[in-house]
Every structure is written in C-alpha cells, then in structure tokens.
C-alpha cells in the first residue's frame, strides 16, 4: 500500500504520542479534523492504527508487508490460484505489441 505523505506523518506522530486524539494530530499537522478524517480511516482499516473512543489513536506496529502477509495467510489456495490467473490473464492482455511479436515467434516451437 503506498501512503501519501500526510498519512506517513500521522503514523509518525501516532507512534511518538500514543495515545493522541485525531484533534491533536490536526494540531500537529496544522490541519481540520476533517481533512484528516479520511486518512486516519484509511490508516485504521489498513491495521496500521488502532481506534480507541476517548482515547485517541495508537500504532500497531504493523508494516505494510506484515499487513499483506497476514492477509496472504488468511486466503484459501482457490483465492490465491483464482488471483494468479487473473494476474496471468492481464498481464497476458497488456504486453507491449513487440514482446507479443516475439513471444508469438517462440510459441510455435514449445
């Protein structure tokens, strides 16, 4: 997941003051609570942050790529094969003309 730079400092900010209340991290950021609204739900629903009511917002801890192999470990092989295919399918579909040109040439003697 690529994070804007907004959403970088936040978690920065969350990690240095947790608990911290998302009016504080406007303050911070010299920002409207609700111009951080969107990002601190995107930061929580990632598992990036954690939401406590009265409390404000803490770290998880977890990276991004904790966070997609949690997720990896939580899918069944027919999702992980259904998700090769269609990878297959389009990266098949976006190949530049050559390197279709040439994939042609060599698939006639396979």
Request: proline share 5%; charged share 25%; glycine share 4%.
């Given at each position: 997941?690529d994070?804007?730079?907004?959403?970088?400092?936040?978690?920065e900010?969350?990690?240095?003051?947790?608990?911290?209340?998302?009016?504080?991290?406007?303050?911070?950021?010299?920002?409207?609570?609700?111009?951080?609204?969107?990002?601190?739900?995107?930061?929580?629903?990632?598992?990036?942050?954690?939401?406590?009511?009265?409390v404000?917002?803490?770290?998880?801890g977890?990276?991004?790529?904790k966070?997609?192999s949690?997720?990896?470990?939580?899918?069944?092989?027919?999702?992980?094969?259904?998700?090769?295919?269609?990878?297959s399918?389009?990266?098949?579909?976006?190949?530049?003309?050559?390197?279709?040109?040439?994939w042609?040439?060599?698939?006639?003697?396979?």
């Amino acid at each position: 997941m690529d994070l804007n730079e907004r959403q970088k400092k936040i978690i920065e900010i969350t990690k240095q003051h947790a608990p911290i209340t998302g009016e504080k991290i406007a303050e911070k950021l010299n920002v409207t609570r609700a111009t951080l609204r969107p990002d601190l739900a995107i930061l929580t629903m990632a598992g990036f942050l954690d939401a406590r009511p009265r409390v404000g917002y803490f770290y998880t801890g977890k990276t991004p790529s904790k966070l997609l192999s949690e997720q990896i470990e939580k899918m069944t092989v027919k999702k992980i094969s259904n998700l090769f295919r269609l990878w297959s399918r389009h990266r098949h579909q976006h190949m530049m003309p050559s390197v279709q040109c040439s994939w042609k040439m060599w698939e006639h003697y396979l």
